[in-house]
């Protein structure tokens, strides 16, 4: 499931949609981290396997500086074996120094932000250290 989500979705900050769904995603194969992430959930609960949202912030521990302000990441988990595993279809590959701030069922469960009215952020960074 993560290496078809991978490969089916192409990533770019200009596709971000609040209102995309996991068939949107599929079907138009473009999309931000969350859709990589609501994709695969979908897929994991069509097989009966048990899986939830995770979003937070994904540290740079062991990887090359990216050139690009830092942002919210989206990653997920499925229950096997009697533990929660992480998996990340956007990145495919593990990572380390992840900062889990909510889980739930999809990204309306867990919005990190919210905001009435005129507002902007123009800039934030999460440092990570390995310990």
């Not at 919210?72 to 988990?77: L, Q």
């Not at 595993?85 to 932000?113: E, L, Q, S, Y």
């Not at 005129?118 to 440092?127: A, N």
Request: net charge negative; charged share 20%.
């Amino acid at each position: 499931i993560v290496d078809y989500v991978h490969n089916r979705i192409t990533f770019g900050y200009q596709h971000a949609d609040a209102t995309r769904t996991a068939f949107d995603g599929h079907t138009g194969r473009l999309g931000v981290c969350r859709d990589f992430a609501h994709l695969a959930v979908a897929l994991c609960r069509c097989m009966n396997v048990p899986a939830r949202y995770c979003t937070g912030y994904l540290g740079d521990i062991g990887i090359p500086p990216v050139d690009a302000p830092m942002d919210f990441s989206a990653w997920f988990e499925v229950y096997l074996g009697g533990a929660w595993h992480t998996f990340d279809a956007r990145h495919n590959t593990p990572r380390i120094g992840r900062v889990v701030m909510a889980r739930g069922r999809d990204a309306t469960d867990v919005a990190i932000t919210t905001t009435f009215g005129t507002c902007l952020l123009s800039k934030f960074e999460v440092h990570t250290d390995e310990v």
